[in-house]
């Protein structure tokens, strides 16, 4: 406050004694965002890349010129990741060493790390699909420790990964960390979890109960191979149709991986549809 007012007055100052105050241009990097803002805007591909590449002539490392390259221009997989790589290095320039150490922790929050964010998960995303799990797995909890709040869902996509890998010891401590997720991302993943661990018993039923109370419609995509839709939704509700095909998306690999959990969650929904029908009764 005290700044503002000081620049407020040295403004007032000049124009009481007859001078126009400078005004200085918007910084390269800021102009730069403010195209990427226009390319999210954009409705044509080829406007939103001219735009990326605008941004990047005015400042070279607007890492979220890279995520539109890697969205719009790359023609393979292998071709994404590595405009996605450039964006994370990218990012990485223009924040530097120092500003890591000082704000590790509460990235997100601070608005220019946010393009080196959404590059990050890019990367590691391609990272798991091109078969590179280990290093996907090291982007993500390198992600988490930046970034615990965990805006972005990274949790998630973390959570899917160590299923697959049936890295229960890394899976348990993550699911741990994140007690106050009351998701069915995470209700799911915790009985899951309890069923890998210890097979069918008191506490892996009660938290599949749980989970079929947050989400009903899980078992619909998992059990009776009701199709995904060929793109995602972009948003959900809470125990909606939405929230289980993305969870369903992200997490099948768990599933289908240890096959007699798929009975175990046919059990456990048979037995709640009867307990709700004589609640009817």
């Not at 010129?65 to 990485?92: M, N, S």
């Not at 989970?211 to 199709?227: D, T």
């Not at 096959?259 to 549809?273: E, F």
Request: charged letters at 30%; aromatic letters at 12%; one cysteine or more.
């Amino acid at each position: 406050m005290d700044e503002a007012n000081a620049f407020l007055e040295g403004i007032t100052a000049k124009l009481n004694a007859g001078e126009e105050p400078e005004v200085d241009d918007m910084s390269p990097d800021k102009r730069a965002q403010e195209l990427i803002y226009d390319a999210w805007e954009a409705k044509r591909r080829e406007e939103r890349l001219k735009l990326a590449e605008q941004a990047l002539a005015l400042y070279p490392e607007c890492a979220d010129a890279y995520v539109i390259l890697a969205e719009d221009k790359a023609r393979t997989l292998e071709e994404a990741k590595e405009f996605y790589a450039l964006g994370v290095a990218a990012g990485e320039r223009a924040l530097g060493e120092k500003f890591f150490r000082e704000n590790k922790g509460s990235f997100w929050g601070i608005l220019k790390t946010r393009g080196y964010m959404r590059a990050r998960q890019g990367l590691y995303r391609c990272l798991w699909s091109l078969g590179q799990k280990e290093e996907a797995i090291a982007h993500c909890e390198e992600m988490l420790s930046l970034n615990p709040n965990d805006n972005q869902g990274v949790r998630y996509d973390l959570a899917a990964y160590l299923f697959e890998t049936n890295d229960l010891d890394r899976l348990s401590r993550l699911i741990k960390k994140y007690t106050g997720d009351s998701s069915a991302f995470w209700q799911y993943s915790r009985a899951l979890l309890a069923y890998y661990q210890s097979g069918e018993n008191k506490k892996a039923n009660r938290e599949l109960r749980r989970a079929l109370e947050k989400n009903p419609f899980v078992p619909a995509y998992l059990l009776e191979g009701r199709a995904l839709p060929k793109e995602l939704p972009e948003f959900y509700a809470f125990g909606s149709h939405e929230e289980a095909i993305l969870y369903v998306a992200s997490f099948y690999g768990g599933w289908y991986r240890k096959p007699d959990s798929l009975l175990w969650l046919a059990r456990g929904t048979a037995v709640l549809l009867a307990d709700l029908c004589e609640e009817d009764e």
